[in-house]
């Protein structure tokens, strides 16, 4: 995905630059990644040097798996990459976003990395409140899908996982999301958390992901 990220973002960054940009005809830069198969990690947006903390540390606790049996995860940092383009404007601004006024993206692209192409994840942290942030998110996840699917490349591969997956992870969503069903081990957890919020808008139901409002994810093996 990193590789497709590097080589399609040209195009994408075209479509969506500022009418004052020049136009990209050739990348260098290359998405941060970080791996991990971990049973039970966080997620925070720090800007640290790694993404990935102990768990019930950050903003997002993710539980991977099953003990031993966990997935093979790759975490790209899709915010950080896309606003490393900058131009100058002749105006004294030397690094000014290449993004229109108004567009916006999400924090982090997570998917499985073997064969079986099981979970793909836009996710987006925020340390606000989640019903403050909650109209920004969502506008970040659906202009991320909308980014992605600008290139056929990318959005071919994207629909061949399994499951597609929208989160929204801010510091008062406790909650568990299973991708799939509810393993018994956490319903005294599940009693006392409210339900995740499910929420579809603009690209996320286009492109058939599933969204939810939410601190703890489960990655159901």
Request: net charge negative.
């Amino acid at each position: 995905m990193e590789q497709l990220l590097k080589s399609e973002i040209i195009g994408i960054l075209n479509s969506i630059k500022r009418g004052n940009a020049p136009e990209l005809t050739d990348n260098e830069i290359k998405p941060q990644c970080f791996a991990t198969s971990e049973h039970k990690f966080d997620l925070v947006d720090l800007r640290a040097d790694c993404p990935i903390c102990e768990f019930e540390t950050g903003t997002a606790h993710y539980i991977n798996g099953e003990g031993n049996n966990t997935y093979d995860l790759k975490i790209i940092c899709y915010d950080d990459f896309i606003h490393q383009f900058t131009f100058a404007d002749g105006k004294g601004h030397t690094h000014v976003g290449i993004l229109k006024d108004g567009v916006r993206v999400a924090d982090f692209l997570i998917y499985e990395q073997s064969a079986t192409k099981a979970i793909f994840i836009v996710h987006e942290l925020s340390d606000e409140a989640s019903y403050r942030k909650i109209k920004v998110a969502r506008k970040q996840l659906s202009d991320t899908l909308n980014q992605l699917y600008k290139s056929t490349r990318i959005g071919n591969y994207i629909d061949g996982f399994g499951q597609k997956m929208c989160f929204l992870s801010a510091k008062d969503s406790r909650r568990i999301v299973e991708t799939e069903g509810m393993a018994d081990g956490f319903n005294e957890i599940y009693k006392v958390l409210p339900e995740p919020i499910q929420f579809n808008w603009g690209q996320i139901g286009t492109h058939k992901f599933t969204a939810f409002e939410t601190s703890y994810v489960q990655l159901k093996k």
